[in-house]
T-cell receptor, first 112, second 114 residues
Framework: GQSLEQPSEVTAVEGAIVQINCTYQ??????LSWYQQHDGGAPTFLSY????GLEETGRFSSFLSRSDSYGYLLLQELQMKDSASYFC?????????????FGTGTKLQVIP | SAVISQKPSRDICQRGTSLTIQCQVD?????MFWYRQQPGQSLTLIAT?????????ESGFVIDKFPISRPNLTFSTLTVSNMSPEDSSIYLC???????????FGPGTRLTVL
């Protein structure tokens, strides 16, 4: 089966840098995605890593190490609006279609 | 990208009744996904709906409880049947669009069963 573990909560100061980790166990793997979800809102796509290394998109970066079954999301220059839940997700190519499994989620609180 | 709308946005229902949730996408997509999310929890895939074929259900979800329709490439419905308070949750419709693993989500339907 699939399992993706994340820290349940992280608190960081406005303007700082925070790293949200994701470790996964999957029977198949195409890549690691990250989603942001504000309270009461829908998840929105942030980034995707198919290969090892760092992907940068503005203040957000995402890293993947397939040999370690590990990835992280790095948020720089934190803003209050970054307070949200963050989910990693992997695609499982089983059964002829591609199912996406989401991680346990990390609630990020940005404080002044 | 894809813009997804869902109806209703929220509902309060009585035990034993059924609710049908509608999902409309602004572009044609092959697969549509239905998720359930308990408050403060992660997303759990209920089923994948392909146009023209039976939906594929994940472990723990059955067609009698969550029948799905997919009449065309832009629309799907999920019915929550014979509801109990344990079905109280947010139900989200999702599609894949664009490059990579990008999934787009509808705004969700917040269901409360009394």
């Amino acid at each position: 089966g699939q399992s993706l573990e994340q820290p349940s909560e992280v608190t960081a100061v406005e303007g700082a840098i925070v790293q949200i980790n994701c470790t996964y166990q999957t029977s198949g793997f195409y890549g690691l995605s990250w989603y942001q979800q504000h309270d009461g809102g829908a998840p929105t796509f942030l980034s995707y890593n198919a290969l090892d290394g760092l992907e940068e998109t503005g203040r957000f970066s995402s890293f993947l190490s397939r040999s370690d079954s590990y990835g992280y999301l790095l948020l720089q220059e934190l803003q209050m609006k970054d307070s949200a839940s963050y989910f990693c997700a992997v695609r499982d190519p089983r059964g002829g279609y591609q199912k996406v499994t989401f991680g346990t989620g990390t609630k990020l609180q940005v404080i002044p | 990208s894809a813009v997804i709308s869902q109806k209703p946005s929220r509902d309060i229902c009585q035990r034993g009744t059924s609710l049908t949730i509608q999902c409309q996408v602004d572009s044609q997509v092959t697969m549509m996904f239905w998720y359930r999310q308990q408050p403060g929890q992660s997303l759990t895939l209920i089923a994948t709906a392909n146009q023209g074929s039976e939906a594929t259900y994940e472990s723990g979800f059955v067609i009698d409880k969550f029948p799905i329709s997919r009449p065309n490439l832009t629309f799907s419905t999920l019915t929550v049947s014979n509801m109990s308070p344990e079905d109280s949750s947010i139900y989200l419709c999702s599609v894949e669009a664009g490059a990579g693993d990008t999934q787009y989500f509808g705004p969700g339907t917040r269901l409360t069963v009394l």
